[in-house]
T-cell receptor
Framework: GAVVSQHPSWVICKSGTSVKIECRSLDFQATTMFWYRQFPKQSLMLMATSNEGSKATYEQGVEKDKFLINHASLTLSTLTVTSAHPEDSSFYIC????????????FGPGTRLTVT | GENVEQHPSTLSVQEGDSAVIKCTYSDSASNYFPWYKQELGKRPQLIID?????GEKKDQRIAVTLNKTAKHFSLHITETQPEDSAVYFCAARGTQGAQKLVFGQGTRLTINP
């Protein structure tokens, strides 16, 4: 099956710094990638949808200047949390699809971000 | 936009019994309904899915039913085993906004040996 990786798997950073998370589709070309945030004991909340070569579409309430998404190639999307604060501590999960409206979404293993 | 409600939030059953989790959705045009199993700290794993042109789908001990008229779908797990303990999420894919998945709130299933 299709494989999606994320790096790093966990990261601890200090308040005010920025953190970059990478999402890679290893064996297929992902035309669309999705970024989710999951707080403890809660559901997955979609943050944004990114298509290769175009600007990401952010969900209502998600600050696009704080959560920078870049989808520069068909196998790589990055999420940068800028000026991180403790409330940004969460589990960030990406997913990738080659046909957003038809195909299955393949999830990455997630990145645990802790902001101190 | 699409809204998905999932019940119950927690479910505890005896090993060997059946478990049923129910979801309702709001967008009548939604056409894809996956179910995911998530263990603590891990990625969601697709366990079964159903498309709007099918009323029921089964894969060994797992089945999903879809009632388009009532806009609800259910996950059925038979002969439950301790390894079925996890959080289960339903989702629906609408027809707007890059056809994104909207997730239910999740059900924590505990199988008691």
């Amino acid at each position: 099956g299709a494989v999606v990786s994320q790096h790093p798997s966990w990261v601890i950073c200090k308040s005010g710094t920025s953190v970059k998370i990478e999402c890679r589709s290893l064996d297929f070309q992902a035309t669309t990638m999705f970024w989710y945030r999951q707080f403890p004991k809660q559901s997955l909340m979609l943050m944004a949808t990114s298509n290769e070569g175009s600007k990401a579409t952010y969900e209502q309430g998600v600050e696009k200047d704080k959560f920078l998404i870049n989808h520069a190639s068909l196998t790589l999307s990055t999420l940068t949390v800028t000026s991180a604060h403790p409330e940004d501590s969460s589990f960030y999960i990406c997913s990738a699809s080659w046909l957003a409206g038809v195909g299955e979404q393949y999830f990455g293993p997630g990145t645990r971000l802790t902001v101190t | 936009g699409e809204n998905v409600e999932q019940h119950p939030s927690t479910l505890s059953v005896q090993e060997g019994d059946s478990a049923v989790i129910k979801c309702t959705y709001s967008d009548s045009a939604s056409n894809y309904f996956p179910w995911y199993k998530q263990e603590l700290g891990k990625r969601p794993q697709l366990i079964i899915d159903i498309r709007s042109n099918v009323g029921e789908k089964k894969d060994q001990r797992i089945a999903v039913t879809l009632n388009k008229t009532a806009k609800h779908f259910s996950l059925h797990i038979t002969e439950t085993q301790p390894e079925d303990s996890a959080v289960y999420f339903c989702a629906a894919r609408g027809t707007q906004g890059a056809q994104k998945l909207v997730f239910g709130q999740g059900t924590r299933l505990t199988i008691n040996p």
